[in-house]
């Protein structure tokens, strides 16, 4: 008799801590790549001084205005999940992220070289597989809501 209660309590307590999210949507998270946990893999991309030291500003501003050109075009391809600056000076010179959407490392690579502020050497780049809401794609439509004035 103990042990009938003892694996009915196993049972009950397992059920608790197993318990099924009643508001999940199975078509979304389909649509979105999640697994059971609502996560998928990415790619997190370092953006760092890079070895270029370009004196010409009309050259920097050229190279900077097809970053931001590039940015706005793979967001809208649905590659770029989320980009920005660091806004404080960093030890590693460390100047901004991108989260891909990518398959593999190098896709995301073959990705962040369309972009002439990595092709001119103004900045370098480092690589991580990085592992996140399968949801964060879904916060850009929001983004140009809120958004008065773009780059």
Excluded at 6 to 19: R, T
Excluded at 92 to 103: C, H, M, P, R, V
């Amino acid at each position: 008799m103990k042990s009938l209660f003892s694996i009915l309590s196993l049972i009950l307590f397992s059920s608790f801590i197993i318990a099924q999210n009643k508001d999940f949507d199975q078509k979304l998270a389909d649509s979105l790549g999640a697994d059971q946990y609502g996560m998928k893999s990415y790619y997190l991309v370092i953006l760092k001084k890079g070895k270029a030291e370009i004196t010409d500003k009309a050259k920097k501003s050229e190279l900077m205005k097809g970053h931001m050109d590039n940015i706005n075009k793979l967001a809208k391809d649905g590659k770029l999940i989320v980009a920005g600056p660091m806004l404080e000076k960093s030890p590693n010179d460390y100047n901004g992220i991108f989260i891909l959407d990518a398959k593999t490392k190098e896709e995301a690579e073959n990705l962040v070289l369309t972009d002439p502020s990595v092709k001119s050497g103004i900045f370098d780049i480092e690589i991580y597989k990085w592992y996140g809401s399968a949801a964060l794609p879904l916060y850009l439509k929001y983004h140009d809501k809120i958004t008065k004035v773009h780059f």
